[in-house]
């Protein structure tokens, strides 16, 4: 039988939490000033995060931009000591490392994720989806150390091959989690039509449901390659790097990265300027890839899915 | 073909089921790759430091001598300099990190909103050699001139910041790998804070709260496991960082208490000395280190996700940079 | 001891919208009112004007007066904590803070309000769920199992008892037991009795019966307006408005 409240008035029951006004006021305004200073706490740490993202990019342009010119792009390193020379070698050997990259990771990560999206149940899938997350926190070093010894130790000697497939593997576990995101979010209403009208299972996530994802699957991509595009250590004894032309994936390559921590780390005021430049190129590429992704994703997912 | 009222099946009454089979058999084979590339790291990382760990045992992570010409390898210095530069990363990150999630999820006006999360992504995207670079011509040379005096005369009394201000050192590496992590944990923060639940928030303004108090009570409360799995996978991120940590750490191996002196990470030294090593037991013993490396950052990940799952239930992670 | 609560001229908006027009109510003190209505009427949005909680929706918008007891509640000089503070609320579905103990849930408004010390905290909290009816059912672990530990009916009297524990003088409930089952509700009406001895009590309810139950005054809203104000006995037996006998009768809503 619950108390009745009548009987239980304020005053029966001992003291009640009571203040002077004077007191009240200035409780108030102490909550009102703790109020005050964590918006502005708040503000500040915002600001304080743009700010070196500002920085950087306002150095990248300011020391960079000055060096971008056509010889930049076309030359090869020139020796210590004379002015110019270029990186062009730095840029074929970066694209034919992210090409080899790509062919390995994109595929693998890929069905991987139409794995765990459509086939894979219970705990087995759980552990899929929890390695590739973890997978995703190991040091990009460390991958490097073990393309380093498939591949390097068995041919050895350094090889665009090796920082390919260092790079590939990294991409693998981005790709799929993302990959399967972006597929699950296909209803399966689209599957079940297709089933309904007799497509093989195969069949139907091929060219219905991974098609219609495929907005999503191409900025998954997209954001990977972005990721890999600016990665070093994993090169640094895979590819190698390389003064000279090299278009054969079997022997040391350039990459841009590569060349920029070579430049930067070197107690030359030339190449340090070439530095800068190489790190405008590469940060030009990343954004124009990240914001291409936010565009693609922000028109092309909600057509894909609906 | 006139129409003659016969159904014509699209697949054949006797359809295969191998092309069945066989795509899932691969897909199968590709999702496998997961659990084949983890095998495979540890596989080739204990085959390769195999002489080290012969020749050192348990010895290797309690030893501070790093000495290639004599051919003695001790990992402690580097296993100290990574905890450090880690430490004063997080203390950095964590304030502005869970400080921007708060304001951008709970203060901000709904424009804003996006262009924040725009810069937050696109500070993630920035390599670590771009940041190394920036480091080792902007950041040392404004700490040396103007953060590192600044701090000795205030705060020298404390072991913290003694020895002369080179810029580059512990606190230049500490710095730009919270720069470098402020994004990860931000980005996982926010998700966190808006799977709070709207009805949360109101009870607490209900009671008569002033906004930050109704953060701190409604939002901030009931998110912090997730708000600590964040920040472990910030930690775990800035464990494993290489290339930005290199160019400004000084690469020096040994332990000093000041934040001023120069260190060395167990990266960074794989970094620097493994196109270097001569001899077996040199190259082994940089791979035992990335044995180390890669143990410590599995399980801190580990830790982490199974933290931010709880939170977030175990949903598919977004293809976060 | 609860006041009264008097409302003029209330116009609000979301964004565009208008939800509410020109609503006028003289809530009596130490009585329960009901607001009824069909869906979307509008009588969430008054009931959440009265304690400003329908600022705190973006876009929203608002005119009018609103006096509870002596405060202007949308005077210039009052800050819409200070209202909240006076006007106690529960929630459509039970909201207890799954993180804190039942003790540290009804403690949490007493704790904001800058009251630390034991002995006071402990007596409100008995105090306070002795008024929920709750205490005997939870007072061998008031410190050891979480709000959210609770069945549904005993979270929304944890949330009753939260809200008294601020000693409000006006209490809102929001649809209060309409996410529960019937002998939960039965026990939260029976509650309302109860408490609006000493409290002003103004309960939103799509369940007539239920207004008719614990309420001495009923608002009927449609679209927006309050179309009919009186005793619930005239609004159920003999209410003057043609649209509130169709309400009433089931003709439509």
Redesign the interface.
Known sequence: M?????T???KA?????ERSPSQQRL??RR??V??RI??G??????L???A??L??FA??VV?GIGSLNWAFFTHLPVPVGEQGGGVANAIVGSVMILAIASIIGV??????G???A???RGRFA??????????????????G??A???VVLTQKHFSALSGGVALG?MM???I???T??VL?LVPLSIREAAWG???????T?LSITLRTASAGVI??VM??F??I?????PL??TA?GNQFWNLNPNQPTAAL?LQ??VY??SPFDEW?RL??AC?LV??AL??GA?AAV?LVASRGMMQGAS | MAATGVTIPLIPAKASRVPDRVFSGAMLFCGLSLLTIVVLIVVELVLQSRLSLHAFGWRFFKGTNWDPVAGDFGALPFIYGTLVSSLVALVIAIPLSVGVAVFTTEMCPKPLRGTISFLTELLAAIPSVVFGLWAIFVLAPLLREYVQPWLAKYFGWTSLFSGPPFGIGMLAAGIILAIMIVPIIASITREVLTAVPQQQREAVLALGATRWEMIRVGVLRNARTGIVGAIILGLGRALGETMAVTMVIGNTPQIAKSLFAPGYTMASVIANEFTEATGDLYLSALVEIGLGLFLVTIVVNMLAGLLVWSVTRGMPARARA | MGVGVQVEKLNAWFGATQALFDVAMDVPANHATAVIGPSGCGKSTFVRCLNRMHETVRDARLEGRVRIGSMEVYGDGTSAVEVRRRVGMVFQKPNPFPTMSIYDNVAAGLKLNGFHNRRVLDEVVERSLHMAALWDEVKDFLKKKSGASLSGGQQQRLCIARALAVQPEVMLMDEPASALDPISTSKIEELIFQLKEQYTIVIVTHNMQQAARVAEYTGFFLMGKLIEFDKTEKIFTNPSDKRTEDYITGRFG
């Open positions: 619950p108390d009745n409240p009548a239980l008035s304020a029951m001992g003291p009640s939490p409780l108030d909550r009102k703790t109020d964590a918006t706490f708040a503000i500040l740490m915002a304080l995060v743009v070196p993202l920085a950087v150095y990248l020391r595929p693998w990560g890929i069905g991987a139409i794995y765990l459509e086939y894979g759980w552990l899929l989806r929890f390695t590739a997350d973890v997978l995703n926190g190991v040091p990009s070093i460390v991958i150390i073990v380093y010894a498939l593997i693998i576990p981005t799929t989690r993302a399967e995101e699950l009208i007799g497509m093989a299972r195969w069949r996530t900025t998954a954001l990977a972005a990721r595009a600016g990665e070093t250590a640094l004894f190698f990265p920029l921590f930067a780390i340090h530095a800068w790190a590469l940060i990343i954004v990240v936010r």
